[in-house]
């Protein structure tokens, strides 16, 4: 089972890429690999995964071997979902997209936060909490009833679903809780009002090993060459734009061109709706600074020129 945990230098760079302005709560699919699989409640059949799904109803989550997904539940919580591994999602409220509820089922999870996150529980078969600020992953195998939880950034307190014994983490620790498996099933003390608490034995706190460390760095490396590949990657768009005499952005246009670009577009339009209150057809040209200047707004069959998309060419005037 891979782990993937970030340290506690690398957690800022994690948590920039979690956070977002403040009117972000809808659970949403950032990024996945392999064949995911992602049910929603009123769907016969699993939803085809992609980059920007929104989730506005119960859903289960599920990834293959090899496989992964990437969840910004909110602004102050990103999830990754690693390979083989499988959480649902119980309840969003309709009205604000907040989850109340994380379960994991089986697999390893790792949950990242940057501490506004009270709202969200944590809930599994062998425990339930509400995860701190921190970079932290949870581990559960059903089949042997065993939880492992590692922290590489922050602390946390944990045990057992309602037992009184506990363990604190700090930063680069793990604990096990070894539960008892009965007729297939995790086996379970039942106290007053129905509550349960899973047999079993809460294991000593342990440090991190190289060998649980490397994961991560496997991933920053990966991540800095992606970022470097990028960085290389714009330079060069930049370099051929230069060579081609592309000096003006957005859109990409020589010195001397023009632009035509339609502003306030209905969305979704396939044509330029100037009929449309606030849409309008503007022109403009490429200086020698590299500026779109001498931005005129057209009217009439002048207007005709502009497309939902800028166009580029030589200036009609």
């Not at 044509?271 to 005129?296: I, K, M």
Request: aromatic share 4%.
């Amino acid at each position: 089972m891979k782990w993937l945990l970030m340290s506690a230098l690398g957690l800022g760079s994690a948590l920039a890429v979690a956070q977002k302005p403040s009117s972000v709560k809808v659970p949403v699919v950032t990024e996945f690999r392999g064949a995911v699989s992602i049910l929603t409640a009123r769907a016969e059949k699993p939803v085809p995964p992609k980059a920007g799904l929104v989730l506005r109803e119960n859903a289960v989550l599920e990834t293959p071997a090899h496989g992964e997904l990437k969840l910004r539940l909110s602004d102050d919580v990103m999830l990754t979902l690693f390979e083989s591994s499988r959480i649902r999602l119980p309840g969003i409220r309709w009205e604000t997209g907040e989850v109340p509820a994380v379960v994991l089922e089986q697999g390893s999870l790792r949950w990242v936060s940057t501490g506004n996150a009270a709202g969200t529980e944590l809930r599994s078969s062998l425990f339930e909490i509400k995860p701190p600020a921190g970079d932290l992953t949870f581990r559960l195998d059903p089949k042997t009833a065993e939880a492992e939880v590692r922290v590489l950034d922050g602390e946390m307190k944990f045990g057992a679903m309602n037992a009184e014994e506990s363990v604190v983490l700090k930063a680069r620790q793990k604990v096990v809780f070894r539960g008892v498996i009965e007729e297939g099933e995790v086996a379970y003390d039942v106290l007053l009002k129905g509550r349960r608490i899973p047999r079993g034995r809460l294991g000593e706190v342990a440090a991190l090993s190289e060998a649980d460390l490397r994961p991560w760095r496997e991933e920053e490396k990966r991540l800095a060459d992606q970022k470097a590949k990028e960085a290389a990657n714009r330079a060069a768009r930049v370099k051929e734009d230069q060579r081609r005499g592309l000096i003006c952005k957005n859109p990409s246009g020589r010195f001397n061109e023009c632009a035509w670009v339609c502003e306030g577009n209905v969305k979704g339009a396939k044509t330029c709706r100037l009929d449309h209150a606030g849409t309008r057809c503007v022109r403009q040209r490429c200086n020698a600074n590299g500026e779109w200047a001498e931005r005129e707004v057209l009217p009439g069959e002048s207007a005709a020129r502009c497309r939902p998309a800028p166009r580029v060419s030589a200036c009609d005037y």
